[in-house]
């Protein structure tokens, strides 16, 4: 590449050391010179001169074929973008399903559960109210043995001692104290029956209330928004 600037060099000297042609801008220069000169020039060109001139022939080829790859791949993208969309919204839509589906198992099993609550509730209740009142009746009919007997016994006594007023006025009193004694063993049991059925009550009662909050719970758990593309647990507690 320095031999092309020396080259250059000695032909600008030549042409500003010609002989000028009189009334002409025109001169006179050694042709053998200037050949050997524009020869040395050619030949000290660089074969690099001659790729870059091809380079800048297939140009346009080198840029279209870039275009070319560059709307393919961004073809390519968009598809696998559109793919990649279309999987998330596809899961997206199977979470929510699944999770509307155990939210809807999970209230059909609290209906059914307080369904067999208020069953076993009713039926608890039940089997108190016979017990109470069959209690209740044995021991009224105790009471009613007992007040009997001891009016069969003071009859007897009384026969047995008709003659002495004390003895029978005893007798009465005694068989008036017995059946005094006896209704208010009925009515102490009456009572101990009423308190055990009410308690039992009181239990059923406080069972249904926290069944029923459960089930509000559940209710307002399926009623608040819930989010996309994670499980999400649903936990019912009174």
């Known amino acids: 590449m320095y031999r092309v600037f020396e ?3 000695e032909l ?3 042409v500003e050391e010609a ?5 002409t801008a025109s001169c006179v220069v050694p042709r053998g010179d200037v050949l050997e000169l524009l020869d040395d020039v050619r030949d000290a ?3 690099e001169v001659d790729d870059a001139q091809d380079v800048l022939d297939k ?10 790859e560059a709307e393919t791949t961004v073809t390519g993208a968009n598809a696998e973008a559109e793919r990649t969309i279309a999987d998330a919204t596809a899961e997206a839509e199977r ?7 155990r939210a809807e198992q999970m209230v059909a099993d609290a209906h059914a559960e ?3 609550t208020v069953a076993a509730g009713q039926a608890e209740y039940q089997n108190l109210t016979e017990r109470s009142r069959a209690e209740s009746e044995r021991m009224i009919q105790a009471g009613r043995d007992a007040y009997d007997r001891a009016i069969d016994e003071g009859r007897a006594e009384q026969a047995r001692l008709v003659a002495q007023t004390e003895v029978v006025q005893a007798a009465h009193a005694e068989a008036a104290r017995i059946v005094d004694e006896a209704h208010g063993e009925a009515d102490r049991q009456r009572a101990d029956c009423d308190a055990y059925v009410d308690g039992k009550l009181a239990e059923f009662s406080e069972l249904l ?3 029923l909050r459960t089930v509000d719970s559940g209710r307002n758990h399926l009623r608040a928004p819930t989010g996309l593309g994670r499980n999400t647990v649903y936990d019912y507690q009174a």
């Open 19 to 23: 002989r000028g042609v009189p009334m």
């Open 209 to 211: 209330a926290t069944t």
């Open 7 to 9: 080259a250059l060099d």
């Open 12 to 14: 600008v000297t030549i």
């Open 45 to 47: 060109l660089p074969g």
């Open 95 to 101: 979470l929510l399903a699944d999770a509307r589906a």
């Open 59 to 68: 140009r346009d080829e080198l840029i279209n074929k870039a275009r070319h």
């Open 114 to 116: 307080a369904d067999r």
